[in-house]
């Protein structure tokens, strides 16, 4: 088992910009969930894939959108980036159903 | 919809000491979840609670669950400095993958 991994650790970007981030789920795992956490908060859900096809939305803007690959990674893409974009940006892997395995995050800056 | 509550919000607690987490949840929700999170860390599992009544014990953590009430519990039992963290509960909808998180509880435990 690999665990879930995410790219990059850090990332700072300025307001209106788009932003890629990246998961690898755990070796099995068919589902990822993205969840934002600002500081100080606890976790929001952005949305879920299962088996490359978006499985579920939380109250995110369209700008806010996902891919999930073959081989059950997942990226999140964030465009035209606002300052309350900033922080936590978790996703985690399950087989089917609510996050199994939570990823380290990429601490997301705008500014 | 479904809201999730925590209490207290901040905890400090001298070692040796037992104390109870509190997590209300708005709507009747299939699963429940407690995580722990340290300073800039992603989510560790903690428990998954399933069915009322389910009570759950890892070291000095225990984990309950009432449906009818609402209520999930974490008991603090002898606590010790390296319980220091914050705790989050989470509520889901069985075929609804979007879990909601609480606020969390920051525990200082003091020696």
């Known amino acids: 088992e690999t665990g879930v991994t995410q790219s990059p650790t850090h990332l700072i970007k300025t307001r209106g910009q788009q932003v890629t981030l990246r998961c690898s789920s755990q070796?099995?795992?068919?589902?990822v969930s993205w969840y934002q956490q600002a500081l100080g908060q606890g976790p929001q859900f952005i949305f879920q894939?299962?088996?490359?096809?978006?499985?579920g939305r939380g109250n995110f803007p369209p700008r806010f959108s996902g891919l999930q690959f073959p081989n059950y990674s997942s990226e999140l893409n964030v465009n035209a980036l606002e300052l309350d974009d900033s922080a936590l940006y978790l996703c985690?892997?399950?087989?089917?159903?609510?996050?199994?395995?939570f990823g380290p995050g990429t601490r997301l800056t705008v500014l | 919809e479904l809201k999730v509550e925590q209490n207290p919000l901040f905890l400090s607690m001298q070692e040796g000491k037992n104390y109870t987490i509190y997590c209300n949840y708005s709507?009747?929700?299939?699963?429940l979840y407690w995580y722990r999170q340290d300073p800039g860390k992603s989510l560790e599992s903690l428990f998954v609670?399933?069915?009322?009544?389910a009570v759950k014990q890892e070291g000095r953590l225990m984990a309950s669950l009432d449906t009818k009430a609402r209520l999930s519990t974490l008991h603090i039992t002898a606590a010790v400095h390296d319980l220091s963290a914050t705790y989050f509960c989470?509520?889901?909808?069985?075929?609804?993958?979007?879990?909601?998180f609480g606020a969390g509880t920051r525990l200082t435990v003091k020696p």
């Open positions: 709507t009747t929700s299939d699963r």
């Open positions: 989470a509520a889901a909808l069985l075929f609804n993958n979007d879990m909601r």
């Open positions: 609670l399933l069915s009322n009544g």
């Open positions: 070796s099995g795992h068919n589902t």
């Open positions: 985690a892997s399950s087989l089917g159903g609510t996050p199994g395995i």
């Open positions: 894939y299962y088996r490359e096809e978006e499985n």
